[in-house]
């Protein structure tokens, strides 16, 4: 199984910018996308990584750190196996590196280590 996160960016600040994080290969352990949950975290120098926001296997269900809470909109597109996570009003703090993860018991939870694959980072940059 892959996690492919698209290209990040440099963007200013007050702008918008669209992840997405596309899975391919085989199913998780039997699972498939559509019963797996997905995460976003992101890490930025000198820090730990944190968590960012979740999705459950429905979709019906969504959690956000406080920091992002009303900028930011986690979605999946089951059909094509696809996650995305929508950032409006960006700040230079918001500046990491951002991970896509799955995780196949398929409920939300804001803890990395319950996480059971992980994307490559992508690099979004925010500019005051």
């Known amino acids: 199984v892959q996690l492919v996160a698209s290209v990040g960016g440099l963007v200013q600040a007050g702008g918008s910018l669209r992840l997405s994080c596309a899975v391919s290969g085989r199913t998780f352990t039997g699972r498939t996308f559509s019963s797996v949950a997905f995460g976003w975290f992101r890490q930025a120098p000198g820090h730990v990584r944190e968590f960012v926001a979740a999705?459950?296997?429905?979709?019906?269900?969504?959690d956000y750190a406080d920091s992002v809470k009303g900028r930011f909109t986690i979605s999946r597109d089951n059909a094509k196996n696809t996650v995305y996570l929508q950032m409006n009003s960006l700040k230079p703090e918001d500046t990491a590196v951002y991970y896509c993860?799955?995780?196949?018991?398929?409920?939300?939870?804001?803890?990395?280590?319950?996480?059971?694959?992980w994307g490559q980072g992508t690099q979004v940059t925010v500019s005051s």
């Open positions: 999705i459950t296997w429905s979709g019906g269900s969504t």
């Open positions: 993860a799955a995780e196949i018991s398929g409920w939300t939870t804001t803890l990395g280590s319950e996480y059971d694959y």
